[in-house]
């Protein structure tokens, strides 16, 4: 992509009503636009980490068998009143009414919708388990929405689905998706924690969010100094420094902050009982289905990232979620094109500088969109390009065909 080309330009100021750095930063550098509080436009560069991000989710959800679909957003009240979340989720819901009085819902989950799916689907117990998924808008009446895209009223979310003959085969796929997530985490470069927590308006049982550490973040955990055991302050009726209650050996203290980037569900039968979605076992008796669900914000995940990999000069991408592999700078005299398509031929993606601007503009422009490599070709490095990686100041020369080696590794 050549950037002169690129849309939008990027700016030297944040907005004036821009309070974190997700927003301030996601913005100057053209990744999203607020169009108003909580509703964000994915510019180009925003949807292509998003696409990444994406890609990570699906591989390693369908490697645990999950189906892509794709549901609806817009929902008929009558399936919300089944379960009685009309009213009990009317917080967070956006309901609608049209010109023959008829009302709606804007999708802020999908639990109802896939109860439905199943119960017009699953007649045995032959027709399960089922893991189904889709990346889709979710749309949430957020009261506070000042945290960048960390907080949309608008936002992309990953939700699946799993439907079980038996609360073992429930929770024997749970673990699985949790060690989805763990690896999904783990790929995007999270430094994150699994925590118990409540159910929201999702369930009474306990249940797992996936919290990265973040000075900056609105959730505060609490650790086991000795092994994994970490609970969200919100579900915490002990005390600082009581023995923890899974090794029994560690004390539990108070990490101070976080971010929720995931968050699972094991909801039980509560769901089926309300919306009769029953199967027949293997004795032809009628039993409800055993049902969890799993949620992660891609969105959130790119702001959390901004929110932990940064410096006062801008955005530090990872190799996992970049927008683009390099960012190739083009001074005067330089050989632009030609290492652009040497690169490019190679499967390389490339950010190609080739602006007719002043060098120290796009140096900062460079270190404002944080592409892990930046390439430079001048006249003084003639055949040769600068190699220096986002995340260091060291500056090296090498040929092309190096540069190239280095990708191949
Ligand atoms: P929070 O407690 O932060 O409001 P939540 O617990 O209500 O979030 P879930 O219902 O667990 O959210 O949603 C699953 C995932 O969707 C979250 O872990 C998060 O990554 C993402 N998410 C939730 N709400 C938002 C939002 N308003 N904007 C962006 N992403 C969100
Ligand atoms: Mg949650």
Known sequence: MKQSQLFPKTRKEAPKDAESTNHKLLVRAGFVDQLMSGSWTLLPLGLKVITKINQIIREEINAVGGQEMLMPLLHPKEIWSETGRWDKADEIMYKLTDSRKKEYVLSFTHEEIVMDLLRKNIKSYQDLPVSIYHFSTKFRNELRAKSGILRGREFMMKDLYSAHVSEEDMVNYYEKVKAAYVKIFKRIGFNFKIVEASGGVFTERHTHEFQVLDANGEDIIYVCDKCDFAVNKEIFDGNEHEKCPVCKQGKIEKKEKTVEVGNIFP???????????????????????????????????????????????????????????????????????????????????????????????????????????????????????????????????????????????
């Open 267 to 409: 909801l039980g039968t509560w769901y089926a009982e309300r919306m009769r979605v029953y199967f027949a076992d293997e004795k032809g008796l009628k039993k409800p289905v055993w049902f969890a669900s799993y949620g992660i914000g891609p969105t959130r995940v790119m702001g959390t990232w901004v929110e932990v990999s940064h410096d006062d000069r801008g955005i530090i991408w990872n190799k996992a979620i970049t927008p683009y592999d390099v960012h190739l700078v083009e001074l005067p005299g330089g050989k632009g094109k030609e290492i652009y398509e040497r690169l490019k031929e190679k499967g390389i993606d490339v950010l190609w500088d080739d602006r007719n601007v002043s060098a120290g503009e796009k140096f900062s422009d460079a270190d404002l969109i944080g592409i892990p490599v930046r390439l430079v070709t001048s006249e003084r490095n003639g055949e040769n390009v600068e190699w220096k990686e986002r995340s260091s100041e060291e500056n090296k020369l090498l040929s092309v065909d190096d540069v190239l080696a280095k990708f191949n590794k």
